[in-house]
């Protein structure tokens, strides 16, 4: 069973410190990685996709990637009181029946930044 | 402006009477899929399709169905809605259906109860 596993949380930060946010994922051909982010009731919405190993950065947003230790990471930098919501991860698996693009969805993450 | 867009956004019926949820995509995605989301279980693919005519079962299928007859358009019917479909439904597409790294876009997410 494919699995991509986050901490439920609640994280919480204050605001302007660095948010951390951990997805492990079991499928070791998992080729493309994702973070969404999802505010209460609302759709999900793209906020990083890393491909390769390292970080990839965008604006207050890093991604980093280790395939050998399984591991992706989301971080924020100055938090704000409106990156409150859940992180959801999502990975890519190798090989799909049909060619399905299947995500597998970690249950994500909420995060609460205080003012 | 490229978008999913998804009808109704709020729905409340009674058991088994059937009923439609409209997705559009203007982005001339080929992969559009069904996923719906309860508390602690996550996002659950219930049905995909990578083309036109093109439709296969996601992870929680029954008791639903889709049609693809155009390319822009994807509807989820419930033939006979029960209370255990009460759930946050969310249509999504992406460029293609293969490997190619693009992400899903979605909807705004229709909120169902059955009573």
């Known amino acids: 069973q494919k699995e991509v596993e986050q901490n439920s949380g609640p994280l919480s930060v204050p605001e302007g410190a660095i948010a951390s946010l951990n997805c492990t994922y079991s499928d070791r051909g998992s080729q493309s990685f994702f973070w969404y982010r999802q505010y209460s009731g609302k759709s999900p919405e793209l906020i990083m996709s890393i491909y390769s190993n390292g970080d990839k950065e965008d604006g207050r947003f890093t991604a980093q990637l280790n395939k050998a230790s399984q591991y992706v990471s989301l971080l924020i930098r100055d938090s704000q009181p409106s990156d409150s919501a859940t992180y959801l991860c999502a990975a890519t698996p190798l090989l799909n029946a049909g060619n399905n693009r299947k995500l597998i969805w970690g249950l994500g993450t909420s995060l609460a930044v205080n003012p | 402006e490229a978008q999913v867009t998804q009808n109704p956004r709020y729905l409340i019926t009674v058991t088994g009477k059937k009923l439609t949820v409209t997705c559009s995509q203007n982005?001339?995605?080929?992969?559009m899929s069904w996923y719906r989301q309860d508390p602690g279980l996550g996002l659950r693919q219930i049905y995909y399709?990578?083309?036109?005519?093109?439709?296969d079962k996601g992870d929680v299928p029954e008791g639903y169905k889709v049609s693809r007859k155009e390319k822009r358009n994807f509807p989820l019917i419930l033939e006979s809605p029960s209370p255990n479909q009460t759930s946050l439904y969310f249509c999504a597409s992406s460029k293609s259906g293969s490997h190619d790294n693009s992400p899903l876009h979605f909807g705004n997410g229709t909120r169902l109860t059955v009573t």
């Open positions: 399709s990578m083309n036109v005519e093109v439709t």
């Open positions: 982005m001339n995605h080929e992969y």
